[in-house]
């Protein structure tokens, strides 16, 4: 019975802190990125630019993360004339994996805007564990929209999300 007492207690404790994880991230936080070129930036600042901004946290290795940028790519045009929303692809790849983001980005022809962060410094600040992680940011830099991983279509349902904010 003690063991019962334990599982269940141990089972609280997990489902608990899962669905408080995800909830405490409110404003975007206080992190540094690098653009491609080498240019440090902070997240936070594109939360004071008045747009709807998509985050995607993605590395080369991951599968899904690309098809996700993919699918992504397809929209992000209409997106950004009809919504005027941006995306922000950071990449957490080390910094041997990240000798491939350029070509990828550029054979793949991403539109976005594509920067690479510190991958524990960007999984505390956004208090997440696996990608691809997407959070969408409202025009005042509060995080209003998380999603993790990816399945072909999850697309129309952040694109659901986006035109929301535009009060579309």
């Known amino acids: 019975m003690n063991i019962v007492k334990t599982l269940l207690c141990l089972s609280l404790l997990t489902f608990s802190t899962i669905g408080f994880s995800q909830n405490d991230l409110k404003r975007l936080p206080d992190v540094e990125v690098k653009t491609l070129d080498g240019q440090t930036l902070n997240l936070a600042d594109f939360g004071k630019n008045g747009k709807i901004t998509v985050i995607s946290f993605w590395a080369t290795w991951c599968t899904p993360c690309k098809k996700e940028l993919d699918a992504i790519a397809d929209f992000y045009p209409d997106w950004k004339e009809e919504y005027d929303c941006e995306l ?66 999850d697309e129309y349902g952040l694109e659901e999300e986006i035109k929301k904010l535009a009060g579309k």
């Open 88 to 153: 922000l692809a950071v990449t957490i790849d080390n910094s041997r994996q990240l000798a491939k983001v350029p070509v990828m980005v550029e054979t793949k022809q991403w539109e976005y805007t594509v920067l690479a962060g510190d991958q524990n410094a960007v999984q505390t600040a956004f208090n997440f564990q696996t990608i691809p992680q997407t959070f969408l940011v409202d025009q005042e830099g509060n995080v209003v929209y998380t999603h993790s991983g990816y399945v072909p279509g």
